[in-house]
């Protein structure tokens, strides 16, 4: 079952990192032998939760005092479906590692020359397929010899029969193989299952924060996505602003008579850098430059009181970046 399937991840014992303060990210090497649920028992006890990692110069820190391999706080949750969307009621997993990767989607393989076991791969391998016809619960199995990738594999099915090969039982499992074998089949087939790869930090954290952020002016000219990166590596991200009185601490920041970036940006919907909606406005009343430019950024000038306006995205200034104190 799903559960099975992360308890082969969750029970390999490594050393493991756990996080002291979450707004400043201090890290903690736990120098003992525990599983991954263990660790994060741990953690949660003594610190904050295991490590969670945000930005290029927080991984840094971790490899620098990691002598090899540890838990952090990344996990998923698993999303098992079946293509014809019946229940994930059965399984017969391979004890194969599944390359994960920072795939969103994976795919399921039922394995000939393994008594039909299963495992995932990349939904884009070219391998051939087995679809069924009929009601999910009396499948009828047909072994196709062609080598598609997984998408493609369903497009055949769905057209041609009803769907890619549900597996509910043992029995179907038996008659699932007794297709194969009558076909002289002994490698891997695609079959209807898949999983969508929620990835997630034990500590809960999503990207963005409800902590009260602060602002910081950095007077290096550098084009908006010089500055995003910038910021991204160094702080949280460009600055996002939710109402007047952030307005007001990014204008104290930015000396008179300059502009500097902000992390608004539009294609051809307004975003903010870190992802937030826009819900405050402040445009200021010149004209924007938009032309045939497919993507323009946001600056902000503390001579026009503080209100915005849009630059091309390649103009170098300098910028305002956010962090949580």
């Known amino acids: 079952?799903?559960?099975?399937?992360?308890?082969?991840?969750?029970?390999?014992?490594?050393?493991?990192?756990?996080?002291?303060?979450q707004e400043s990210a201090t890290f903690s090497l736990q120098n003992e032998q525990r599983n991954w649920s263990s660790a994060q028992r741990f953690c949660r006890e003594n610190f904050v939760d295991l490590a969670t990692v945000k930005t290029d110069a927080e991984n840094q820190k971790l490899v620098n005092i990691i002598g090899s391999t540890a838990w952090i706080g990344l996990y998923r949750d698993p999303n098992l479906f079946w293509s014809d969307g019946s229940d994930f009621l059965f399984s017969n997993w391979d004890s194969v590692i599944n390359p994960l990767g920072s795939m969103p989607v994976v795919c399921g393989v039922a394995s000939s020359g393994r008594l039909g076991k299963w495992k995932f791969l990349s939904c884009e391998t070219k391998l051939p397929f087995v679809c069924y016809s009929g009601e999910y619960f009396t499948p009828v199995y047909h072994f196709v010899n062609q080598y598609l990738n997984w998408?493609?594999?369903?497009?055949?099915?769905?057209?041609?029969?009803?769907?890619?090969?549900?597996?509910?039982?043992?029995?179907?499992?038996?008659?699932?193989?007794?297709?194969?074998?009558?076909?002289?089949?002994?490698?891997?087939v695609w079959i209807g299952l898949f999983d969508e790869i929620d990835w997630r930090w034990s500590d809960g954290f999503t990207g963005s924060s409800q902590l009260v952020p602060e602002f910081v002016f950095v007077n290096l000219p550098m084009n908006w996505s010089s500055a995003q990166t910038y910021c991204r590596n160094n702080f949280i991200d460009l600055a996002t602003i939710k109402s007047d009185t952030d307005n007001q601490k990014v204008q104290s920041q930015v000396p008179s008579m300059y502009y500097a970036w902000i992390g608004l940006f539009r294609d051809p919907n307004f975003h903010w850098s870190d992802g937030s909606s826009v819900v405050f406005t402040?445009?200021?009343?010149?004209?924007?430059?938009?032309?045939?430019?497919?993507?323009?950024?946001?600056?902000?000038?503390?001579?026009?009181?503080?209100?915005?306006?849009?630059?091309?995205?390649?103009i170098r200034s300098i910028y305002i970046t956010n962090y949580v104190s």
């Open 282 to 314: 402040s445009w200021d009343s010149v004209m924007n430059p938009l032309g045939s430019m497919t993507v323009i950024c946001g600056v902000t000038s503390s001579a026009r009181s503080g209100n915005w306006k849009f630059l091309p995205l390649s």
């Open 1 to 21: 079952n799903p559960g099975t399937f992360l308890k082969i991840l969750f029970s390999v014992f490594f050393t493991f990192l756990s996080v002291g303060r």
């Open 151 to 188: 998408t493609e594999a369903q497009s055949y099915c769905r057209q041609t029969h009803t769907d890619l090969a549900t597996v509910l039982s043992s029995e179907e499992k038996n008659r699932f193989m007794s297709t194969l074998s009558s076909a002289g089949y002994s490698s891997d």
